[in-house]
């Protein structure tokens, strides 16, 4: 038989053979060659290596046991940056680069902004912003020190040295407990845990291998937010914004919590799916 007829010899074949969606497939062994997407054509019969068809197939199998992608492979794109990814922090998805754009929006008209990320995880809500505006001074904050390291790598990586604004920096902590008192900020961010305990959700798909504490407050899934919109006024600039991430169907009740601190101009905004992803309002006393 012909190398390129064996179905464990070529990237042709092996993506014919695999058990996965084309697209996760295309992922995994684009990662285990080092080759671009569109290689996968130009050198698909190509004869492939014992020891790369191993390591794709010890990958496909643990995609077939649910492990995400973005966790096999190390790394997730998000807002046109390649981050890295560890099971220490959740995984940036789509959905979120809403959250990035209302924020960079709200700070479109203010020089050298100041900003901060709450539970900032990969870091890459605040790498994002800080890419989007050099300008900008970016702390972000999480209690977690192996997320911080993840978020430190990324953000040296993604926006390094040159920066008007300077280096982020990251404070190991709970939402505002460990921040300067001095510091106040034009913008807050967060995509903070909201899943209620006992979702279902919590025990499937990519989520079982996801760090828990960044997915759920153990509790109503709007603990964390309450505590974020209710110290938020003490640590905002004068007309500062806060935006917000939440659940489906969490939006009505983000926007009562933000109105009932005494926020101004609250309202949510939908994602590309219609729904109402975040919620946010400005502080004006």
Do not use: C, K
Request: aromatic content about 6%; overall charge negative; glycine content about 8%.
């Amino acid at each position: 038989m012909a190398a390129d007829e064996n179905p464990s010899t070529s990237a042709a074949a092996l993506l014919r053979a695999s058990p996965l969606p084309v697209l996760e497939a295309r992922v995994l062994l684009t990662h285990v060659l080092g080759w671009r997407r569109t290689e996968l054509i130009t050198r698909g019969d190509e004869p492939l290596d014992a020891a790369s068809v191993a390591r794709f197939r010890a990958l496909e199998a643990r995609r077939v046991s649910g492990e995400p992608v973005a966790q096999l492979t190390g790394s997730r794109e998000f807002f046109g940056l390649d981050f890295d990814v560890t099971p220490d922090v959740l995984i940036p998805r789509p959905e979120t680069e809403l959250l990035v754009e209302t924020a960079l929006d709200a700070l479109d008209r203010i020089a050298h902004p100041r900003v901060l990320d709450l539970g900032t995880g990969s870091g890459a809500i605040a790498v994002a912003i800080a890419s989007a505006r050099p300008d900008a001074r970016v702390w972000a904050v999480d209690r977690s020190a192996a997320a911080l390291a993840i978020a430190a790598r990324n953000a040296a990586r993604l926006a390094g040295p040159g920066r008007s604004g300077g280096a982020l920096t990251f404070v190991e902590g709970n939402w505002y407990d460990a921040l300067d008192p001095a510091l106040r900020f034009d913008a807050i961010v967060s995509n903070p845990p909201y899943i209620a305990n006992g979702d279902p959700h919590l025990s499937s798909g990519d989520l079982r291998f996801e760090p828990r504490g960044a997915l759920t407050d153990e509790a109503d899934g709007l603990a964390a937010l309450r505590a974020i919109v209710a110290d938020a006024p003490r640590w905002l600039a004068p007309d500062g914004v806060l935006w917000m991430e939440h659940g489906y169907d969490q939006a009505e009740a983000v926007r009562a919590l933000l109105t009932a601190r005494g926020f101004a101009d609250v309202r949510s905004m939908r994602d590309l799916a219609g729904i109402e992803r975040i919620s946010g309002g400005r502080f004006t006393n």
